[in-house]
């Protein structure tokens, strides 16, 4: 393959305005995101059942269970809920 004309005027640098960004984008300042929460969110997260001691108790009690090795799983249970997504999925 011959390649002409390598020192021409005004030629080609297709990786200079990506080198140009690149600088450019060093002397600008960093944003940084922003996360800002509407005060009905902020209402419903209070309300939440993050907060009720019963349900506290009850992760509690799954943890020391799954910890010990004492949880048990109902495999039948598992199936009847999985069995309609399944059903779902092969008819789409």
Partial sequence: MKINHTQRINAVNPYQKQNDQQTAGLSRKRKTDEVQISAEAQGLLSD???????????????????GSGTYHVESGKIAEKLLPYFKNSKQE
């Fill in 48 to 66: 939440s059942r993050v907060n009720d001691p019963e349900r506290a108790k009850r992760i509690d009690d799954l943890k020391s269970s799954v």
